[in-house]
């Protein structure tokens, strides 16, 4: 089966802190995403990653960066928390198109 | 665009009820189709998926058909169980370079003992 793991399921920090949300997938897939989710707006691609070093924006990325130097691993980072910040964050990777993509169990972050 | 469009929740059911949840895509060209689900405080799980027209996906007891003609992927449960309750997301992969999902809004469902 499909692992997709992520570093914390709940975290609590400040306003202007740095904060870094760590994926890993054990299946050698190429892509890796980034959303968010809140209450009435669904979810929302935050960046994707296609490639080791390689990186995308997605519809949302004010405010966000990531990493992805092995191809196992991908970093969201904040670079400055804010509480409208405050978000479940949800990994996923697939292989290349067409496949499906498989998600991580989820972050509840919250910014004070 | 490409965008799903699903109905909105919360669809709330009792158990051994007959569920069908909505979804119509638009999008070009030829995309796969996905259900997936999410259980409270959970990420999502794929649920089934279908990669071309008059394909059935099914799992755990849900079907859903690839209808290219009504562009819809409508999930069907013949009889509902309380661990059924969750929140549903239809969405859909273009086969487009990145490998980029969109999703429907999601729906809740309630099934009650």
Known sequence: ?112 | GDSVTQMEGPVTLSEEAFLTINCTYTATGYPSLFWYVQYPGEGLQLLLKATKADDKGSNKGFEATYRKETTSFHLEKGSVQVSDSAVYFCALNPKAAGNKLTFGGGTRVLVKP
């Open chain 1, 1 to 112: 089966d499909v692992k997709v793991t992520q570093s914390s399921r709940y975290l609590v920090k400040r306003t202007g802190e740095k904060v870094f949300l760590e994926c890993v997938q054990d299946m050698d897939h190429e892509n890796m995403f980034w959303y968010r989710q809140d209450p009435g707006l669904g979810l929302r691609l935050i960046y994707f990653s296609y490639d080791v070093k390689m990186k995308e924006k997605g519809d949302i990325p004010e405010g966000y960066s990531v990493s992805r130097e092995k191809k196992e691993r991908f970093s969201l980072i904040l670079e400055s928390a804010s509480t409208n910040q405050t978000s479940m964050y949800l990994c996923a990777s697939s292989l290349r198109i067409p496949y499906e993509q498989y998600f991580g169990p989820g972050t509840r972050l919250t910014v004070t």
